[in-house]
């Protein structure tokens, strides 16, 4: 099994930044891909970024391009979302998940964390 916890989320301004963590524990051996997304109230939850851990490759979906960045780093089994010039319409609770195969499904989620942008 893994386990994801995420941190870094919390109230910020329109135009500010935030940085969110998520550290895996457990067979994190397992592990070849961790991304991020977010549900938002009252709509599904979204794919925000990906991250893979051999070559580093990144993907992000088309909305979070350029404002965004997802990082790893290995020694600590730890992927990171950078977030830049947010929007209140980046309010939303963020899931870090994980999964054995890079073309397969995610397999573990974490619990989540708030992200709340004021106007």
């Known amino acids: 099994q893994v386990q994801l916890v995420e941190s870094g989320g919390g109230l910020v301004q329109a135009g500010g930044s935030l940085r969110l963590s998520c550290a895996a524990s457990?067979?994190?051996?397992?592990?070849?891909?961790m991304g991020w997304f977010r549900q938002a109230p009252g709509k599904e939850r979204e794919f925000v970024a990906g991250f893979t851990w051999s070559g580093g490759t990144t993907s992000y979906a088309d909305s979070f391009k350029g404002r965004f960045t997802i990082s790893g780093d290995n020694a600590k089994n730890t992927v990171y979302l950078q977030m830049n010039s947010l929007k209140p319409e980046d309010t939303a609770v963020y899931y870090c998940?994980?999964?054995?195969?890079?073309?397969?499904?995610?397999?573990?989620w974490g619990q989540g964390t708030q992200v709340t942008v004021s106007s």
């Open positions: 998940a994980a999964k054995s195969a890079v073309f397969a499904r995610y397999d573990y």
């Open positions: 457990g067979r994190t051996f397992s592990i070849r891909a």
